[in-house]
């Protein structure tokens, strides 16, 4: 610890102009020199390293039990999240979403340290009450799709797995090769209309008409970009199952400070504005929750690979948990 402490104090400034800076309105445009699949994106990565940072300070300030300043930090790294999730390529979005997956566990583990006051825990239940808009896809596909029309126009040399210049990059300058292209963002934004559930089952199958159309069409191997979709879809469907079970838990210790007791059920919760599917995964799995003396566990099936999980087990621990997988919450 005493290291760890030197450590933030050498590094003060650095946290408090992330945490000016993270007052200002989101997105932040940063310029960038466009240049197709070559296009850099080093602020988005740089992002990732100011999320690390926050996580590092909140965590020692919950060892501290200075909630005010992990809380300050917890909002940062939101906030960090947002200002850079550019809709310009799935990937901006699956650095943005992996710094909102890092806010998920630090307030998960706060959670277990009994550090927050009413309106503390209020404000966390703020940062999680919102389900990423997946109407936001369709922005990311057209940047993924730019992004490859404009490297057709680039002097990049494709090789395949012999080392030897690949024949089928030849074509892409064709108009109906990048017409193909273009039309493929029909197959993927099939695939997210709607909600999170059975999200990637429906964009499983867009991404297998979407192979299939190319097959059978013209000879360029676009499938990455199916592959690459389904990616993201999976990503952002644990996302939701994670927000959801870190809200239900943040709400059962909201019911904790109004009523002065635990629930007795997750149903109990409907006081909070949340409904069945805020406390079950995208797959319609109940959420667990046990009360144990001066805490209680909520946990995901989902999350546990469909574990059975007996309310009748004497000890916690006897389930096996792994305590650094996200399975379940501990709430103090």
Known sequence: EPRVAEYLKAVRPALRRIHIASEYPQPVWIPLQFKGYNTTLEPIQISRGAVNLLDLDAVHALYHKEGERALKDIVAMRSVANAFAWP??????SISNSNLSAQHVCIARSLAMDVWNEAQINILAEQVEKPF???????ALSGD???LNASFDSDIRYFDSDQNESVNFRFPTMPSTRLTVLNSSDFFLAGVDGDFDSLTERVRMASSKHVASLKS???????NLSSMFL??????ERLEDYRR???T??????????HHRWPNDLGELSDFGLTPKDWSTTKKERFGYRVDQDRVFVWSHERLGQAKISQELAAWDALGLDKDAGDYVCVR
């Open 145 to 147: 799709l730019a992004l």
């Open 217 to 223: 069409s013209h000879p360029i191997d676009l499938s």
């Open 231 to 236: 990616k993201l879809a999976e990503a952002l």
């Open 245 to 247: 079970l870190i809200l």
């Open 249 to 258: 838990s943040i709400s059962v210790k909201r019911f904790q400070f109004k």
């Open 88 to 93: 310009i390529s799935t990937t901006t979005y």
């Open 133 to 139: 808009d997946l109407s936001r896809i369709g922005q």
